[in-house]
């Protein structure tokens, strides 16, 4: 089983969500308005430093990694490799 943590530009939101759901991902946690900084420079929704980011985290068996995977590198494609879309993996296990 794999966390799976993407990282995406505010404004890609709804196109990270629908691909969620094409890949019938079978829950997601969603944690708007994500600030910090990284590739793409500072995002404190400021004027100095506008924009946020949206984490999605999931929780899935290796069976769905890959055609989450396939789509996400799709959607970074279509955006170029600094549009703003990061995805990680973490081993986890179910401990309850």
Known sequence: MKLVMMIADTAYAAEV???L???DIPGFTEIPNVLGKGATGKK???RAFPGSSTMYLAA???HCMEPLQERLHAL???HGPG???KA?????EELL
């Open 21 to 23: 759901e094409e890949c």
């Open 76 to 78: 970074r494609d279509t």
């Open 60 to 62: 899935l068996d290796d």
């Open 83 to 85: 549009g703003g879309l």
């Open 44 to 46: 404190f929704g400021s």
């Open 88 to 92: 990680y993996t973490i081993n986890t």
């Open 17 to 19: 969500e629908q691909l």
